[in-house]
């Protein structure tokens, strides 16, 4: 079957970093999808990678390893306004966006 | 950035009534768009997917005759919850993907609906 896995909940300060990881198993692969979603809002888009290295975009980096079925969200400079679920997305070799359950983050002063 | 908007926001109606949801794409056509229902801290889970002029595709376990679902223009596709029951209480997203952009492009999401079903 298809997994994507992603831990369930994170806790970090104001300022500091944090690295969310996501693995998956899928069949196939035709990139990996970030999507920060606040509560109670529909998600909105952070990064697509599809082949491996990192991606920067402002405070906000993205990592794939396509051997390893391993990706991150890198978070720089947290804010309180970085409070919220981060979903991990793979399309699949059908173009099927499988999504992860979401990792809730959690940005204490 | 291109714009999906979902109506109405949210909606609280009587068990055995059926509700209709809309979803536009207000400044780009989208040839495919997605619907998704999302329980309380959970994530996304796509019900299915619209094609405009064209039948639906559901995903396993979603009922078709009780999700309508219909994609009339290249800007607007509707989902209706049929005789809807307190079960069927939930979020419910929209995305759309800009035609043309290929199955990997950015979707775009609506601002999602909220379904209390009394």
Redesign the interface.
């Known amino acids: 079957g298809q997994n994507i896995d992603q831990p369930t909940e994170m806790t970090a300060t104001e300022g500091a970093i944090v690295q969310i990881n996501c693995t998956y198993q899928t069949s196939g692969f035709n990139g990996l999808f970030w999507y920060q979603q606040h509560a109670g809002e529909a998600p909105t888009f952070l990064s697509y990678n599809v082949l491996d290295g990192l991606e920067e975009k402002g405070r906000f980096s993205s990592f794939l390893s396509r051997s390893k079925g391993y990706s991150y969200l890198l978070l720089k400079e947290l804010q309180m306004k970085d409070s919220a679920s981060y979903l991990c997305a793979v399309l699949d070799s059908n173009y099927q966006l499988i999504w992860g359950a979401g990792t809730k983050l959690i940005i204490k002063p | 950035g291109a714009v999906v908007s979902?109506h109405p926001s949210w909606v609280i109606c009587k068990s055995g009534t059926s509700v209709k949801i809309e979803c536009r794409s207000l400044d780009f056509q989208a040839t495919t768009m997605?619907w998704y229902r999302q329980f309380p801290?959970?994530?996304?889970?796509?019900m299915a997917t619209s094609n405009e002029g064209s039948k639906a595709t559901y995903e396993q376990g979603v009922e078709k005759d009780k999700f309508l679902i219909n994609h009339a223009s290249l800007t607007l596709s509707t989902l209706t919850v049929t005789s809807a029951h307190p079960e069927d209480s939930s979020?419910y997203?929209c995305?759309a993907r800009p035609s043309g952009s290929g199955?990997?492009g950015?979707?775009?999401?609506?601002?999602?609906s909220?379904l209390t079903v009394l």
Do not use: A, N, P, V
């Open positions: 979902q997605f801290k959970q994530s996304l889970m796509l979020f997203i995305s199955d990997t950015e979707l775009f999401f609506g601002e999602g909220r």
